[in-house]
């Protein structure tokens, strides 16, 4: 089956400052990977995937995700943060074998951007 | 383009009272869709998904039930409601393939 984790529930970083929120996943073949951004009381909005192709996705916002097929993992990044950017972030995969296999989802990881 | 409409955003309902709520997608046909639903502000747990009229997959056995009357129009029930179904609901949608999912607003279902 395939799963997703975070290892992080909380990432902190100063305002300026690089951040990365990590991601490593489990899947059979190749995986199907997201990332989504959710603030309070509303729905996840989609930063960026990864389908095929060059490792180094750019999303939305200015994020960034390197995904890594021999440690399995995703890890969202940003080269500099912004106090906007405080927020719960989610990883996902879906795997290949069935187009309509719902995504997985981690456990999220708060980011907290201090000014 | 394509949206998804989710409503109520929030409800409070009384313990052994029933649920209805609904989400309808706009702008597409045939998509896929389903029910999250997140506790305390955390992970997201699959409760049901449909990839097509009248089809439902649950994921997790509960109190909870899923319809899908029309290809764009997905409804999450209950006949009586637990404390414990309190939390925030998501309903999402992707298009046939692997493709990112889209979700609604969310609903604030508070059981006292």
């Known amino acids: 089956a395939q799963s997703v984790a975070q290892p992080e529930d909380q990432v902190n970083v100063a305002e300026g400052n690089p951040l990365t929120v990590k991601c490593t996943y489990s899947v059979s073949g190749n995986p199907y990977l997201f990332w989504y951004v959710q603030y309070p009381n509303r729905g996840l909005q989609f930063l960026l995937k990864y389908i095929t192709g060059d490792n180094l996705v750019k999303g939305s916002y200015g994020f960034e995700a390197e995904f890594n097929k021999s440690q399995t993992s995703f890890h969202l990044k940003k080269p500099s943060a912004l106090v906007s950017d405080s927020a719960l972030y989610f990883c996902?995969?879906?795997?290949?074998?069935?187009?309509?296999?719902?995504?997985?989802f981690g456990k999220g990881t708060r980011l907290s951007v201090i000014a | 383009s394509q949206t998804i409409h989710q409503w109520p955003a929030t409800l409070v309902q009384p313990v052994g009272s029933p649920l209805s709520l609904e989400c309808t997608v706009e702008?597409?046909?045939?998509?896929?869709l389903y029910w999250y639903r997140q506790a305390a502000g955390r992970g997201l747990q699959l409760l049901f998904y449909s990839v097509g009229i009248g089809q439902i997959s649950s994921e997790v056995p509960q109190n909870l039930s899923a319809s899908r009357p029309q290809d764009r129009q997905f409804i999450l029930s209950s006949k009586k409601l637990l404390l414990s179904d309190s939390g925030f609901y998501l309903c999402?949608?992707?298009?046939?393939?692997?493709?990112?999912?889209?979700f609604g607003q969310g609903t604030r279902l508070t059981v006292v």
């Open positions: 996902a995969v879906r795997g290949p074998w069935r187009g309509n296999t719902p995504l997985v």
């Open positions: 702008g597409t046909s045939n998509p896929n």
């Open positions: 999402a949608w992707t298009s046939t393939g692997f493709t990112e999912a889209f």
